[in-house]
């Protein structure tokens, strides 16, 4: 049965571990850590943790010596990074008009017989907004694939073929955090998700957001002021139902149950998690499992701990 585990930050609370042993996995396991970029193979910690039987696939260094040897592939590889880059400033742009609108109705005070439908209906145009800005960008993903023929240029061939072959004597994969889009990027050039999917996954921090199906932004403490959360992407679509929240409670005002509620509403019907360290939640096929103290935000903005009724 396929399982994936999805976990808090693991860099003072290790649990994948624990995970690994729960289970049963004796072999050697793959590790992703593309989302460090140039320090991807610094991997000593990861590797202790993970009982000395990983062998990191190195797509950040694949990637680059793929570039390296096939510079049209290149040059497209990064026109397509600068639609994308044009399109996230436009929706953004977008964006900024509606949350302000949103926010404001979700923060006034009257009659909810009024007022709801009105928020209902912003709310609504929000969901538009990010499934338009979706459907763009997948646009953009499969004109490349059309017009590139990734698959079929030789040294690109070669490494996703090594990966598989990797992939193929590892009894699970671990995908750590890190850059985001760097890590997506890496992973979908690489196709790794074809060779992932019947085997145990655990990911953690960026690898947890790279699973779900849409890779959700998000920080209401940085040190220029709270932004919108936004779409960034499209995931790989093998942790379904969640939108993954590392760091909640450092990244999000959780005690603001205005904002949040707008937040856990707009991205609805899937389910905000909180993956704070310590945290985890198992999809063994069918449903999600979380362990105690992981909580989810609720379409009240509460967040409470999360169980098959609310997540």
């Known amino acids: 049965m396929h399982r994936v585990v999805i976990l808090g930050p693991q860099r003072h609370v290790v649990t994948v571990t624990e995970e690994l042993n729960l289970l049963g996995l004796s072999g050697r396991i793959a590790t992703i850590t593309a989302g460090w970029q140039e320090r991807e193979a610094e991997d000593d910690e990861l590797s202790v943790a993970l009982g000395n039987r990983c062998v990191n696939l190195r797509l950040h260094a694949r990637t680059d010596d793929v570039f390296a040897q096939d510079r049209p592939l290149f040059s497209a590889h990064r026109h397509r990074q600068d639609k994308l880059r044009q399109l996230q400033d436009i929706y953004r742009m977008r964006l900024d008009h509606l949350m302000a609108a949103a926010s404001v109705l979700m923060a006034r005070q009257g009659s909810p017989e009024l007022l709801e439908p009105e928020r209902e209906d912003t709310i609504e145009q929000l969901r538009s907004l990010d499934a338009h800005h979706l459907r763009r960008i997948r646009d953009v993903h499969e004109a490349f694939e059309t017009q590139e023929l990734p698959g079929e240029r030789r040294a690109l061939a070669q490494h996703r073929a090594e990966v598989q072959g990797i992939l193929d004597e590892c009894d699970a994969v671990a995908i750590a955090g890190g850059h985001v889009s760097t890590l997506i990027g890496r992973m979908r050039l690489m196709d790794v998700a074809s060779g992932m999917t019947a085997k145990p996954i655990l990911a953690w921090s960026a690898g ?80 999600w499992q979380f362990t105690d103290g992981t909580r989810c935000i609720r379409r009240d903005g509460r967040a409470v701990p999360a169980s098959p009724e609310v997540a």
């Open 208 to 287: 947890a957001m790279v699973l779900t199906d849409r890779i959700i932004l998000f920080h209401d403490r940085p040190p220029e002021g709270a932004g919108n959360p936004e779409v960034l992407d499209v995931g790989l679509g093998l942790a379904p139902g969640v939108v993954a929240l590392p760091h909640a409670t450092s990244r999000l005002k959780l005690e603001d149950e205005v904002r949040m509620a707008l937040f856990s509403r707009r991205f609805a019907p899937a389910d905000c998690i909180c993956l704070d360290p310590g945290n985890r939640g198992r999809l063994d096929g069918r449903s």
